[in-house]
């Protein structure tokens, strides 16, 4: 009682003081204010020029279109069209049919690059593994080559008449063609899990490492398992981590592009509305600048909303745990 | 004191990095600008086709005023397109580009080509007249016509003979025989390609009057569908539906592969084709030969035409009249023609370029024959009424995603002619076109 009356008392004071004092200094404030702003600057201003504006500019565009009258065949007029682009692009099969194409390849993907990462990780921190900087290395090589070339050398490895898996299942018996309408989905499923794993796994490695091995030490006395620490010591507390991947991949899905685009060379039937990006590329290339910003704005704000989406779920679990 | 300069340091910084922003956008800009008014007036020309370069370079020679810088781009349909369209949005678009006549009429619906009729009108009588209907959309001549593209059959003489084929087929009934004579004997062997390029897909219904595209009262007709196109689909699809054809992706590594290995013994192509196969199957020269492309009738034979493009003038240019004078000429001086038939492979729009020596040279490739002879008999049984839609880019990539999925038997050629077909209407009302069809 006599703390909350004193803590009353004494809030009014140091307030009082700070505003005499800012009237007796006001240089020394606007000073640091100004050298603030000073390194603020540069990022702000590339910020601005290299981010703010062109979505800026992309929301404008996807609000007007392209009016051409009779055969159109001279320069048209833009016009503005309200939200109709959106209508027009949600009511555009092929257009919707590549925001579901890649909400179900991150549903199946996703979890199981993350659940290969995490696995891979706990045995990497393991205390009996063996030759660890050499898996460490191992496993995160695929990232460190560039996406395209990784994707180049999967088209060929599934590439008909090339494909020496193909090859061997031929020779087993199977028909197995890896380039058919409905093995796309999983062909380029597994070339972003080969890709993205190892990325993936290095940053749980790391949130491992950072588990102070007293715990694990302290739950080995109480007699708890290596998969039992895994389980209830270790998982939980590399749990931001998690997040953070499943938010990156959720991203990096939604914007999936080089391994389509380089699998159309092997593959003519993958559609050239094959993702979201793909088709925004596609109204490009038609010259249809509205429609393409149209479809990136849906597709930023799909990645937007499953991302934070997916945050607020485990900040509300997070916080009833 | 020291605090000072360190800030002092920090406001230097951002002030440069803002004026660097600043200068960098600024004098990208003045570049951009005409030239000055003294000196040579400098022109820049986009293309991909081999050979150019070496035209300009000629023409630079003799034309000490104009100066040409020629600049490679990715082929059209490969981004070549995008990046010139995307270079009129942005103001920065060179004077000259090669432009395709499938994309002319989608060049002038996006208001990116420069009219240049009153400088190119005296020129008119010097081309092939569907040719420079291919270059004048709606009474506006927007550049000079390169080339046509006669198409016709190439083939391996010698695995034709092994086959049991004496004779090159000169019908499609006899093509679709022989595909099955081949396979036949080896199933792992196939008379032809079957690829998903939509504009090689063109000149097979080109050559059947099957018409895409039509204006009448100010509309415009899509025929992608109709009877005729439904005939052509069918062919096809039947010789697809008994696995007579190889379905390589067209002009992919996989394809010369085959051709090389004696896999795939033909190809039914454009003139410029000729070069491209002689180039990508070097191992089998002399074995190759050129026959015309097989015909619906044999009494009345009609071929096909499989691109042909023009040196279009590009919206914005500060030179038109010297762009336009540059075009005409590397259409028409016999040197800069001889270059393009010998390099490019081109077949000349040019009605005078026609009697040029280089297009009675013997090729080795193809066992010293005088190919450009079965082009020049082809030429007077070409349908010349050929018009294109304004949204070609459109409709040829959805035709080629059908192709695809025709080749690996997700599709139906038939079905795929009926979606092209909704498809390329629904885009054409979308912009405010007018259509029927």
Redesign the interface.
């Known amino acids: 009682m006599s703390t909350a009356t004193s803590r009353r008392t004494t809030v009014p004071a140091p307030a009082s003081a700070e505003r005499r004092g800012s009237r007796r200094a006001p240089a020394h404030v606007r000073?640091r204010a100004?050298?603030a702003g000073?390194?603020l600057?540069?990022f702000l201003?590339?910020f601005c020029?290299m981010y703010v504006a062109p979505i800026c500019w992309t929301v404008y565009q996807s609000l007007f279109?392209?009016?051409?009258?009779?055969?159109?065949?001279?320069?048209?007029t833009q016009v503005f069209a309200g939200l109709s682009n959106y209508s027009?692009a949600l009511a555009d099969p092929a257009f919707r049919g590549s925001l579901l194409r890649v909400l179900l390849i991150g549903v199946v993907q996703v979890p199981v690059m993350l659940a290969l990462a995490l696995g891979l990780a706990l045995l990497l921190d393991a205390r009996s593994t063996l030759f660890k900087r050499f898996f460490r290395l191992a496993f995160f090589l695929p990232y460190a080559l560039p996406g395209v070339v990784g994707a180049i050398m999967w088209s060929y490895l599934v590439?008909p008449?090339?494909s020496p898996i193909t090859a061997a299942a031929h020779h087993l018996g199977l028909h197995l063609d890896l380039?058919?309408?409905s093995m796309l989905a999983p062909t380029i499923g597994n070339m972003l899990t080969w890709g993205w794993t190892g990325y993936n796994m290095l940053i749980i490695y790391s949130a491992l490492q950072a588990v102070p091995p007293e715990l694990s030490e302290a739950a080995t006395m109480d007699g708890c398992s290596a998969f039992g620490i895994a389980w209830r010591i270790k998982i939980p507390l590399v749990r931001p981590a998690l997040v953070l991947t499943t938010v990156f991949s959720i991203i990096g899905t939604a914007q999936l592009y080089n391994e389509p685009a380089i699998l159309h060379?092997?593959?003519?039937?993958?559609?050239?509305t094959y993702t979201p990006i793909y088709a925004a590329y596609?109204a490009?290339?038609?010259?249809?600048?509205n429609a393409a910003a149209t479809e990136s704005v849906i597709l930023a704000l799909l990645a937007f909303v499953l991302s934070f989406g997916f945050l607020r779920l485990v900040q509300r679990r997070g916080a009833a745990l | 004191m020291k605090m000072h300069s360190g800030?002092t340091v920090?406001?230097a910084?951002?002030l440069m990095?803002?004026t660097a922003?600043l200068t960098g956008c600024s004098s990208s800009g003045s570049t951009g600008s005409g030239a000055p008014a003294s000196g040579p007036v400098k022109l820049d020309f986009w293309g991909w086709a081999p050979g150019y370069d070496q035209s300009v370079a000629l023409w630079n020679k003799s034309h000490p005023d104009i100066q040409i810088t020629f600049d490679k781009t990715a082929s059209g349909s490969k981004?070549g397109?995008?990046k010139m369209?995307?270079a009129v949005?942005a103001g920065n678009a060179p004077c000259l580009a090669q432009v395709g006549y499938e994309t002319l009429?989608?060049f002038?619906?996006?208001?990116?080509l420069e009219d240049v009729t009153s400088d190119t009108s005296s020129a008119k009588s010097q081309f092939a007249d569907w040719t420079w209907n291919q270059v004048t959309?709606?009474g506006k001549t927007y550049g000079a016509p390169v080339d046509t593209a006669p198409m016709a059959l190439m083939y391996r003489k010698d695995l034709f003979a092994k086959y049991g084929i004496s004779k090159p087929p000169a019908t499609w009934d006899e093509y679709a025989a022989d595909a099955a004579k081949v396979h036949a004997a080896d199933p792992s062997v196939y008379l032809g390609d079957f690829g998903?390029d939509a504009y090689n897909y063109a000149g097979l219904a080109w050559q059947a009057g099957a018409a895409w595209f039509g204006?009448a009262n100010?509309?415009?007709q899509v025929s992608l569908n109709s009877a005729s196109n439904q005939k052509v689909a069918s062919y096809w699809q039947g010789l697809l539906d008994k696995k007579l054809l190889k379905t390589?992706?067209s002009y992919?590594p996989?394809l010369y592969s085959?051709m090389a290995s004696g896999k795939i013994l033909s190809d039914v192509n454009a003139v410029w084709d000729a070069p491209i196969i002689a180039s990508s199957v070097k191992g089998s020269s002399g074995q190759w030969a050129v026959a015309p492309m097989p015909v619906w009738d044999a009494a009345n034979p009609v071929y096909g035409n499989d691109g042909g493009s023009a040196t279009a003038v590009l919206?914005g240019c500060a030179h038109a009249k010297e762009a336009a004078e540059f075009a005409l000429w590397m259409s028409t001086d016999a040197d800069s023609v001889a270059n393009l038939i010998k390099v490019t492979g081109i077949y000349p729009a040019a009605t005078a370029a026609l009697s040029n020596p280089a297009l009675s040279a013997p090729d080795p490739f193809y066992g010293g024959q005088k190919i450009y002879d079965v082009f020049n008999a082809e030429t007077a049984h070409i349908n010349t009424s050929w018009q294109w839609g304004?949204?070609m880019?459109?409709t040829s990539?959805d035709l080629?995603?059908g192709?695809?999925?025709a080749?690996?038997g997700?599709s139906k050629l038939p079905a795929v002619l009926g979606t092209v077909q909704t498809k390329t209407v629904a885009?054409?009302k979308?912009?405010?076109?007018?259509v029927t069809g």
């Open positions: 000073r100004r050298t000073a390194f600057a540069p201003l590339l020029a279109r392209m009016h051409r009258d009779g055969l159109g065949l001279s320069a048209p027009a590439a008449g090339l380039t058919s309408n060379n092997v593959a003519p039937n993958l559609s050239s596609d490009v290339d038609a010259n249809n600048f | 800030r920090a406001a910084a951002a990095t803002a922003l981004g397109y995008t369209l995307t949005q009429p989608s002038a619906a996006a208001g990116a959309i709606d998903n204006t100010q509309q415009w390589d992706p992919d996989s085959d919206k304004p949204t880019t459109q990539t080629a995603d192709l695809g999925q080749g690996t997700g885009q054409m979308q912009q405010g076109l007018t």
